[in-house]
Structures are given as C-alpha cells and as structure tokens.
C-alpha cells in the first residue's frame, strides 16, 4: 500500500550541493540583496583583504581569491546584508504584543535594526532611544544591584575577539563571573572533557591533516547543513579513497553523496561523489556504547593478533590503559548491542578499519555533545585515538565541529564562567582591579537563577538566548521577571520581545560592514575550529549611521556602569590594535598578535597535544572509564523513544532563513517528526497522522501537539524535531551533569496520537 500524500513532504533525489545549492543561493540573494551588489559582497566573503563568513567555523582552506563560501555561507551573509530594514517608526506600528504573534522566521526577514530602542510598557512598543541616555540608564540600574552576581553577562559565538575580551573585562571589573554563552549550549561538553583526556578543550588537527589521513571516522553532524564548507574537505577525501565511516541516527544526504559546486565536472555532467563509505545509524544515545564497542573490538584484535595498540604510545604518554581495559572486558556485547542499535558485527568491521588504518581523524558534533553523557562521549572518542597513538603525528587526531564562526576565539579570550588562577591573576596584574575568583553561573544556571528571581539584569551580547534554551516555558517567563534586558544585535529576534521592567535593543555593525573608529577603519579577529586566529573587515555601508560596533557599545555600557575604572575604554575603541595589545599580555599565545593576523590566514594558536604534550596534572594523556553502558546507564521502558532535535537546511542556530529542508524532503513547513515506519506501525501510526510528543519528565507534562508524523530513515528507537520549537520538550534541568550542556539530542519520549492525546 502506498504512502498517503502529506502536504510539503515530497522525496528529493538529487545530491547535496550541485545545482540545488546553486539555485537556492540566488534564491536567498534574490530576496534580501540587489543582483548587482551581491557578487562583490559575497567574493569578499572568507578573503584576505574581507570578511569572515559570520555563518560556520570550518577553516578557510585557501588565502587567495578563489570562492571560499557556500550555500548557507551565502544565506548567512544576505541575510545580514539584506537591503530591508526595522526602523523607528517599524516600532511605532507595532506593539510587541504583536511582534510577539510571528512567528521567529517573520521577526528575522524584517530586516536590519537602525536605531538604539527604549521600551515603553504604557503603549506596549519600542522607542527610540539616543546611545548616551541608553548607556546611562543601564550603568545606573547595574550599580544599584545589590549584588554585581545579580547580572549576567551572555556572549553569542558571532562576537569577535576583540568584543569578547572587552565584555569579559567589563563584568569582572564590574565584579562578576556570570558568563552564559552559546559554548554552554554546544560544545560545553568538549571544553570540560578534552582537557581531562589531552590538557586542552581545542581540536588537534589542521586541514593538512585531512590531506594525509587514512581514515575519517564521522559522529554525530551534518555537515551538509551545519558546516557545509566542511563538505569540500570530505568530497576531496572521499575522491582520494579515504574511508569515511558515519554514525548518526538520521539519514543526511550530504553524508551519502555530494556534488561541489565548484567543480565543472560534476556540474557540467551532473554527477556526485559518495561520501560515507559505511554508514551506522547509531540509536539516539547510544554513542557510548558504539564507542565502547569500537574499543572492545579492538582489544580483542590486539588479543588475536598483537601489534594493533600502540603500546609504545600508551607506555610513554598516557596514564589509566589498565583501567580502561578491565572495563571493556566486563561491559557486556548484549548490553553495547542493546543501547548503540547495533550489531557486534558492525562494530568489529569498525576495529578492523581503524586497526588497519595508520592515521585516523575522529570528526564529531552536537549529536555527541547535547547528551546527559556528553562529556563521557568526548572522553570515549579521545580513548579511541589514544589506543593507537592517534595524536601529534600527520593525518591523525580529534576534530570538533564547532558551530558559530568564533565560539571557539570567545573562550580563548576569557569568556567563561570557570576563568583559571593564571589568567585572573593576569588581569589583577595588568589592569590594576582584582577580578572576582568565585566562579559564575553558565547558560542553565543564568536562566534558573533569572526564574528564582534571584539574577537581576541580561545583558545580551548578540544571540537569541531566551529562544535557544531549552524549556521556554521557564525561560520565557524567566526573562519577563528581570529589572533590566539588553541586546546587542543585528536583527529582531524573539527574545529582544520579551520586556521586562526596563529593555534596550542596542543595533550593531555586522561583520560585513565598515567599522570605522577615530583611528580609521578597523579589523577584528576570529578563531575557526582549527585554532586558526584570523582578521576579518568589512566594507558595507553600515545599514544605518546609527549603528555603533560591538567592541564601542559594550565600552559605551562599560564607561556608564563602572566609576573610577581602570581602564581607557574609549582609548580601546579608538584603535582596535590597542585591544589586541592587551590580549596579548593576558593570554598565553597571542604573541606578535597584531603583526601576526597582518599575515593573509593569521596564525595558530598553540595546540601541545600537536607535539605530544599534555598540559594535565599528571603531564600525561588521561584515559578514562565509563561505567555507564556496563551498568545499564538510565533505562527506560521500551514504548519510550529518544528525540533528538536538528536543524533544516534553511537554518542557522535560531536564525531560520526559510522554511524548506530539501536534503529531506520537507518543503514550506516545519512541524513535522521524523519517525521509522516500524516504530509506526508499533504504536498504530501511518505516514501524515497527526500526533502529539510527550516527554517523560516526573516534574512537568512537557507536551508539543499538533505535529504530523513522516516515514523516515532513522534509527529504531529515536524520533527526530526541529529546534527550536521542539525545545518545549527538553527540560531545563536535563544536563549533562559534568559539564551543563543540556540534552538536546536524547530526550525521552512517548508518541501518541493527537485524538488519543487528547482524550487523555
């Protein structure tokens, strides 16, 4: 019997990339930009002498003028080049209660602020506001707190070094730790577990590496849609012959096969090249049992056959073999089998490639970070590659899949709410203020800390922070309660709506745009996944003379709150260089830092794993032990399923550029769960029925109704959402305990039909 029709889902054949990729660029160009301006902006995007793409981390694999950006790359610098704008009297036409009504795909395509906005709670609407009042008022509401712990401080990954440094210098002379960020939300989990394993929460490979390396291993992303530029990297592999081998629940097209828009060949006879060489849809959750797997294998070829561990390599540079072995010899394959989805088979035929292998590279993303084990999934594939001496030699190491373009640089420069001894003392020493030692509040404690009413003030630097957390039932009501709401952005979003007693929307220059200081144009800095440290400046006419930069705002705010501060902020603004002058004298490897990113592709920052160092308190790699799978790690009863929650392709984080998914079929709509037909069948279901999703949580009834069901292929045992309207299911105290990150990926949940829901 045939599937019955379902409005907007329909089968899409064609490859990722190719000439869908091309058509959806201009169509993204079409509706925000003029046909003239759009090339020169977006040849300038990932150039020498231009901007870094404000989308993705994935290095730049060139510094010359060849086309360095992509499909999503391209929607990502339209959308902030777009020629439509939200003005003054945008505001005067509506009231937030009705702004509040769009939905956040609407919010965004408004286009770009212009003006400094006010709220005013009598007419329920925005008004303008001038920057010096606006900065005034918000320095006299942070010094009347009764405590500098009352505010938080949140840094979105778009934010340059530059912005960054000068934010965390402003809280910690104000005198807080407070530092939610979207690393809290992402890759929390790689910060916290790296550094027990390899002494660093950075990634060791470099795009030489993937030129050299025998194998690929591929966890948990889509590189597709989330860092598509990452495609040309695996596309060129795949053609080498490199194995590529891909666990992940779901399906992606990009991970199976791909045609580069760049290369005439394909275009020209619209061919495409496979991707994954071998494709595991590993159970929602199931990643540390897989790994495990993978490792248990690969102790038992070692047994048969000898010379498979580099004994050597374990002998000199790591510390905790012993344990880990006697952990894999009591975890139990049924149990492994049972929790990954897969089969003993399958995971022996990994240990086989990877025992062959010479050099291999473990890539992964959020599907193994935004888990209640997230940390342990870090540490489980860092044991991997230390069984074979996978770190400090060519074509080999860990490659994390950062999100936004310098959520890796926001960390380096001091945005955390865990700063180190050495790095606090550094500021005492240069600035002449003690910074607070205690350390603060990350992402879900801010908002549980904003729902008790006990934090006082947010101060936004960029993001859509209520948006991006999870349970906004919590969150949204956590917002209304605070004395003060500040924004930092480019574009209206939903959380910018959310009004509590007193709230400013600040506009900012966008990456793409002139930054000009009383020095002359200015340049920032990032740092992509590869700890590559770069300059970006953009050359756009400002969206409006109004917008004032990043780095000048938060000095703005800064200068306003603090009395008698130690530091010249309008000095700073002035000429950038001199902020990079004192970065480099508080952070170890900014050496030369303004001479160095004067250099096309700027400079690296200092990896020790690279060399065979481990900056850990034994001075040796750290294996570690994870009991869960041995010890059945959270059952649950077996009409429970585990949602995971993704992004579209015409997404970004939050930000929604449209409302089609092509790679999977869904066209104009996004309330859909991705389900497998025999789960369906299971429980009653049929291709297009309508459902609700329940969560199993013993505190709240956490539902989202309204969904309709679609066949796909997706591991048995795990249902898949659109973030962020799924994120009403995730509740806010499901974390990864080590590390705060919260659980994303691997919600638990029933599926019942919407009558029967009802009913109930």
Known sequence: MSKREVPGIRRY???AGGWGALKATAQAVRQQMTALEAP????????????DCPGCAWPDKEHRSTFQFCENGAKAVTWEATNKRVTPEFFERHTVTELLELSDYELENFGRLTHPMAYDAASDKFRPVSWEAAFARIGQVLRGLDSPDQAEFYTSGRASNEAAYLFQLYAREYGTNNFPDCSNMCHEATSVGLPQSIGIGKGTVSLDDFERTELIISMGHNPGTNHPRMMGTLHEAARRGVPIIVFNPLRERALERFADPQDVLEMATFRSTPIASTYFQVKAGGDAAALKGIMKALLELDEQRGGILDRDFIAMHTEGY????????????????????????????????YAKSNATII?????????????????LIADLLLLRGNFGKPGAGICPLRGHSNVQGNRTVGITEKPSEAFLDKIEEVFGFTPPRAHGHDAVKTMQAMARGEAKALICLGGNFAVAMPDPEQAFAAMRRLDLSVHL???LNRSHLLVCKESYILPVIGRTELDMQASGAQSITVEDSMSMVHASAGRLRPASPQLRSEPAIVAGMAAATLDHSKVDWNGLVADYDRIRDLIERTIPGFDGYNERIRVPGGFRMPLPPTERRWPTPSGKAMFSVFPGVRENYEPWADDVLRLITIRSHDQYNTTIYGLDDRYRGVFGRRDVLFMHPADMAERGLEHGDLIEIQTISANRALRLGGITVIEYDIARGSVAAYYPEANVLVPLDYIDEESGTPSYKSIPVRILRQETAQAA
Do not use: C
């Open 363 to 379: 890539t992964y993303g959020m599907g193994l970070t935004q888990h209640n084990t997230g940390t342990w999934n870090v540490r």
């Open 489 to 491: 952005g480019t574009k």
């Open 13 to 15: 054949d064609a490859p």
């Open 322 to 353: 012993e344990a880990l072995a006697a952990d894999l010899a009591e975890t139990q394959w049924p149990q492994i089998e049972k929790e990954s989805g897969l089969t003993r088979a399958q995971l022996e035929q990994v240990a086989e490639a």
């Open 40 to 51: 020169l902006v977006l040849m300038r995007t990932n150039q020498p002498a231009g901007f």
